[in-house]
């Protein structure tokens, strides 16, 4: 959606007469475009300097719109070398600062910007591990059972029963076999 332009920041709220000023709620000090919210917020600066992977780093605050998405996507480095891969993380950020943000606008409410990055490591560690194939539990084979008559006895009785335990009723069958 962020590349369609199609997120209603509080500058597009402005461009369509929806809102006097175009300010970012949370710094109070740029207008609030689609970069803005999810880079370029001082609100939120910090935490992408902890990050970002090091091939990203010089273009990471420079990039337009566009080619910032599509760099951090197609970043085939690992998050802080761990099993997540950046683009996921990346991904789950986003969302999360889009997140903050709207609870800042509607509810007047926010976690700190660390506590984000906490929820996005997270979301995207379950991410990952939901995308690990996972081997599929292998069938239970049949086996045949049957009575082999001993060579002790002449005579065999064999007995099942089962009982339904709401409406009490039971059964039992017993057969009774000879040697041949
Ligand atoms: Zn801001």
Known sequence: MSLKYCILTIQERCRCGLSQSSICPLCSANE???????????S????????????????????????????????????????????IFFLTFIWQIWKRRNCFVFNDSS????????HSISWSTHIEACRQPTTPPRARQPTLTMWQPSIHVQHCLNIDASVDVLSGLGSVVGVLRTRE
Request: net charge negative.
């Open 111 to 118: 976690h700190g910007i660390d506590d984000t990055l906490h």
């Open 32 to 42: 609030e475009s689609i970069l803005h919210m999810m880079r370029d917020c001082p």
């Open 44 to 87: 939120m600066k910090g935490s992408w300097l902890k990050v970002i992977p090091s091939a990203l780093t010089r273009s990471f605050f420079m990039a337009p719109l566009f080619d910032w998405v599509m760099d951090n996507l197609t970043n085939k480095d690992n998050f802080l070398g761990m099993v997540i891969p950046w683009a």
